[in-house]
């Protein structure tokens, strides 16, 4: 896990991290890190002639400076998904197909100090991606990031939710049925309608089946125009959750 503490300077915000020598931040210029260390939380100083502070950073910061491979969930799918697993403090979830960890992250936060976030990716890369940006956080001795596909001969895992952002979720339904605690819930990030109606056939026995798309529309916040941004968030993919009750 790195040092990594939120650096404001003049208004801006940047992740840093106080374990590397040096430091070099675009339009700010390079110093070394030792310049930071023993800096009062919250208390202004002076660095390369601007004001800066030192602030701690929350998931939002970690997120925005993730680095990026496959496509991340967007925030308004990550908090639609973490309210609808139940998950929890000390609860366990599986996650298949962690892409760049914007979703592991939000859900080992959730389940912190103590649970635990099971994680599948497949793909090497990726899977190089998501180990990098895991150590970035506070919550990386709750994540267990394996670099293999979650399949339905895979043994079981007992947990709270599963969350499955695959091609074929449908597939793994009978092991997610094997793994879940009685109440648990199954959750699938996908991006068609024919995924949906595939996904929902596989689901006999399943209660609450919901689907739902979140759409998000900003506001430009300038007072001289309160209006609707021109640039919303669209579609970005179908969340549907289901609850195994046995």
């Given at each position: ?5 939120l ?6 915000a ?18 070394p890190?030792k310049?930071?260390?023993?800096k009062?939380?919250g208390k202004?100083f002076?660095?390369l002639?601007k ?16 680095k990026r ?8 799918d990550?908090?639609?998904?973490v309210?609808k ?9 599986v996650?298949a197909?962690?892409g760049?960890?914007?979703?592991t992250?939000a859900l ?7 649970g635990n976030v099971?994680?599948f990716?497949n793909?090497t890369?990726?899977f190089k ?9 506070p919550?990386?001795n ?8 979650l399949k339905?001969s895979?043994p079981?895992?007992?947990?709270s939710?599963?969350i ?6 449908w597939e ?5 049925k ?10 699938c990030?996908?991006?068609?309608v ?5 996904l929902?056939d596989s ?15 900003g506001?430009?916040?300038r ?10 968030i669209?579609?970005t ?5 289901s609850?195994?009750?046995g």
């Open positions: 896990m790195g040092n990594f503490n650096l404001i300077i003049d208004g801006s940047h992740l840093v991290d106080l374990d590397l020598e040096v430091l070099e931040i675009k339009n700010f210029g390079r110093f890190t310049a930071l260390l023993n009062e939380f202004e002076n660095l002639d004001k800066c502070i030192i602030v701690d950073y929350n998931l939002s910061d970690l997120q925005l400076n993730l491979g496959p496509q991340i969930i967007s925030p308004k990550i908090a639609w998904i309210y697993s139940g998950l929890s403090t000390g609860k366990t979830v996650e197909g962690s760049s960890g914007a979703l992250l080992a936060q959730t389940v912190a100090p103590n099971i994680t990716e793909n890369r990726h991606i998501v180990q990098k940006n895991i150590k970035m956080s919550w990386s709750l994540v267990d990031l394996r670099n293999e596909e339905d895979t079981t895992v007992k947990s939710s599963i499955l952002d695959l091609p074929n979720p793994l339904v009978k092991w997610s094997e793994s879940l605690h009685i109440g648990g819930f199954l959750i990030y996908i991006p068609t024919n995924q949906i109606k595939a929902i689901l006999d026995g399943w209660k609450e089946i919901e689907v739902a798309e979140i759409i998000q529309r506001w430009q916040s007072s001289s125009a309160l209006r609707p941004d021109n640039n919303g669209g579609h993919g179908f969340i549907v959750s609850r195994w009750n």
